[in-house]
């Protein structure tokens, strides 16, 4: 299946959460109770094999957390991550380390991702060296020129000699994007990895990331902001609001049918280069910014920017996903009546 | 036509670093009216923030001005002393919002006394007086007073850029430039910066010039919009000319424009320019963008295209363009 909407499911997270509890001085501790940050507060969905999955917050959606979680660079408070149907919450260290080789992760910087230092061969051979699979130099360099050569860096052997800083960011990323192939991952969890990319270049480095994905079969977990990016590169999409899923389905389902407000919010909001819009007062549905995760209000959290809250949104327990058809789930109890 | 209040006249800026002049803005030509908002767009690199920086008349060390002017209400303010500059130009005709200007607020002083340096070191003004304006000006950003007594950290990110931009408005200048003043901002939130910017603009009887890399946001600001690839003009034109039916006229706005997600139409591929954009040091022989155009012919990767008009109020620099 080339989309993969079919495929088996390789990842599942089910019923996540992350809770952070601030440091507090001696002093602090006679005043009231903390407050806890529910980061991520209940979170499910599945990653089918081969699929490339979207999750689209703004800050403080804890799109991010959610992939720190599903690297297991940090524990969850509660809930499971299940990889090829196993559970890795609670594995050790020897199985963490191959989870890890599994489940590698591009990172938004390309800059700071990577040792000033090192040369590109080096950058490369480091997650062999970590992992033991280094074998004779002959076999890692045919390591290093296939993984460059997979991410178009060409000729690899032009490239091997350098230094970071000799390269642009959209080559960078395709250094970050080789080192993680190097290892043979089943998944790449990719946190904003064009953000910081100039526009003119950050397609060809998204293009890049979905040629690899179709040749070696690859999962991705894509983590971003950007709904237009996200709508040409992913299958499906999750859209977090305040640590939970509020809607989730096809990437073109949710974009062109948006079921809740918020996801309504976030489309309108995105600006498009079309002429005659100068003098234009945009609408916006919604007010205000995104409360504080370490004060999610009761109810419906995102009930006090709702343009269509009404009393039971606030007072009636927070409503779970529901079933559209067709794979799109929506987290809004008046979907109906907003039509 | 309304007044011209800012006019750059081929204006060269050069940062000299130990391994050559990089040339930042070589030979630019621009006017503002007043009223206007002017967006420049390009790629990092292509001289946009220098540009901000060098019409309030400080450019970033090593730079500095190779030539040409910048007419501030017809006054050339290159040449002017550094106290003249002070008095009666910078902050005072021209403001700023930096670029992630919102996180240079000191996080040890509240909002309030942040905002009353300016009105103090500019005005000379009471401290009565000043608090009275400054809660006047939170309201026209749409804070409430009690904001005087927070702390930055205390504040969203578009909270501070509400403040951010209430300071840069103090002075009444009469052009403000905002470099990248929604880029760190959330989407939902960049809409309402817009949409207050709108206002201010109306309110203050303000022009602007918006520096960003989206051409997609710029599309929803700017009445004119000027195209810069390494450090030049690449084309100018009104919102009509470069976002309208009949598309942009250089090949360069084009391929930018294509490379631009948009979210509201299915695309099975998007477009991208290929390469990067030229050293500045030793920029390539004829038009610069001519390695990575997809139109160039001979005559471009030697002769250097000047900047004309194509057609009334619109400037390309590309001999396509010219044909």
Sequence with gaps: MSNGIDGDVILRVDDLKKYFTPHQGF??????????????????????????????????????????????????????????????????????????????????????????????????????EIHRISGNRAERDTRVVRALTEVKLTPPEDFMGRFPHMLSGGQRQRVATARTLILNPAMLVADEPVSMIDLST?????????????????????????????????????????????????ADDIIDHPAHPYTRALIEAVP????????????LPISGEIPSPSNIP??????????FAKEECRAEAEPELMDLGGGHYHACRRWKEIG | MSETILQVKNLKLYYHTSKGSVKALDDVSFDLAAGETLGLVGESGCGKTTMGTGLLRMPTPPGRFEGGQILVEGRDIIPLPEREIRKDVRWEKVSMVFQGAMNCLTP????????????????????????????????YVGLPADVTARYPHELSGGMKQRVVIATALFLKPRVVILDEPTTALDVIVQAQIINLLK?????????????????????????????????????????????????????????????????RRKVESLSFIPGTPPDLITPPMGCRFHPRCPKAYDRCRVEEPPVREIEPGHMAACWRCFE
Excluded: W
């Design chain 1, 27 to 128: 002093l602090q501790s006679f005043g009231k109770v903390r407050k806890v940050v529910r980061a991520v507060d209940g979170v499910s969905f599945e990653i089918r094999r081969g699929e490339i999955f979207g999750l689209i917050g703004e800050s403080g959606s804890g799109k991010t957390t959610t992939g720190k979680l599903v690297m297991k660079l940090i524990d969850p408070t509660s809930g499971r991550i299940l990889f090829n149907g196993r559970d890795v919450t609670s594995i050790g260290q020897a199985e963490t380390k191959e989870y890890r080789r599994q489940v590698q992760m591009i990172f938004q910087d390309p800059y700071a991702s990577m040792n000033p230092r090192f040369k590109i061969r080096d950058v490369l051979e480091e997650p062999l």
């Design chain 1, 202 to 250: 950050r397609a060809e480095i998204l293009h890049m990331m979905k040629d690899v994905q179709r040749d070696l079969g690859l999962t991705y977990l894509y983590i971003t902001h950007d709904l237009s990016t996200a709508r040409y590169f992913t299958d499906r999409i999750a859209v977090m609001y305040l640590g939970r899923i509020v809607e989730m389905g096809r």
């Design chain 1, 272 to 283: 498009e280069p079309v002429t005659g819009k100068v003098d234009e007062v945009k609408e």
């Design chain 1, 298 to 307: 009761p109810g419906c959290r995102f009930h006090t920017r709702c343009p």
């Design chain 2, 108 to 139: 040890v002083y509240t909002i309030g006394k942040q905002m009353m340096e300016t009105l103090q070191e500019h005005r000379g003004m009471e401290k009565a007086e000043a608090q009275e304006l400054i809660k006047e000006y939170l309201g």
């Design chain 2, 199 to 263: 206002k201010l603009k109306k309110t203050f009887d303000l022009s602007f010039i918006f520096i960003t890399h989206d051409l997609a946001l710029e599309a929803e600001v700017s009445d004119r919009i000027c195209v810069m690839y390494a450090g030049k003009i690449a084309e100018l034109g009104s919102n009509e000319q470069i976002y309208g039916e009949k598309g942009p006229a250089h090949p360069y706005t084009e391929r930018l424009l294509a490379a631009t997600p948009r979210l």
